[in-house]
């Protein structure tokens, strides 16, 4: 750990690794975590304070809800979420404006949710995107696909909201 710094009444935690190459500052919630990456040296803590006191973050079970604060002159470009699940695999969300271009054109196979298809990487190996009525994701499994894995899968459910 580099730093620590309360904002909006959280702590703000902020690491850098030991070459100097990569640094993060993650704003620990109740129920989740919001983390930002930085290639290089962590920034000073004014601009972290800083980035963190322009948004608005609301943390529940249920989720949490990020937007920027009003009078920032912030608005939303993109927005992308990564999930790691330990010994699952990891989770790609993009944002509502990129969710078309990450469906296949084909029907995928029925999940509880939604749809799924089996889509080949560069190289080797494979990944699997899920189509949901309101959300798209990308999943790679942890070290291949148990039944155990296919199922905690088959219940992921992905929903963007216009708040």
Request: charged share 20%.
């Amino acid at each position: 750990m580099t730093d620590r710094v309360v904002v909006h009444g959280r702590e703000v935690v902020v690491a850098e690794a030991r070459d100097g190459q990569s640094s993060v500052a993650a704003l620990v919630g109740e129920h989740h975590e919001l983390l930002t990456v930085y290639a290089g040296p962590a920034p000073g803590r004014d601009r972290i304070v800083g980035l963190f006191s322009s948004l608005r973050v609301t943390d529940s079970a249920a989720g949490m809800v990020v937007t920027p604060r009003r009078m920032t002159l912030l608005d939303t470009m993109s927005e992308h979420i990564v999930l790691a699940v330990r010994g699952f695999g990891q989770v790609s969300i993009p944002g509502p404006a990129q969710v078309r271009n990450h469906i296949p054109a084909h029907a995928g196979a029925k999940t509880r949710h939604g749809e799924v298809w089996k889509v080949p990487l560069a190289g080797e190996g494979h990944m699997f995107v899920m189509g949901f009525p309101a959300g798209v994701a990308e999943v790679q499994l942890a070290d291949g696909a148990t039944q155990e894995q296919l199922d905690w899968m088959d219940g992921i459910d992905v929903a963007w909201s216009a708040r």
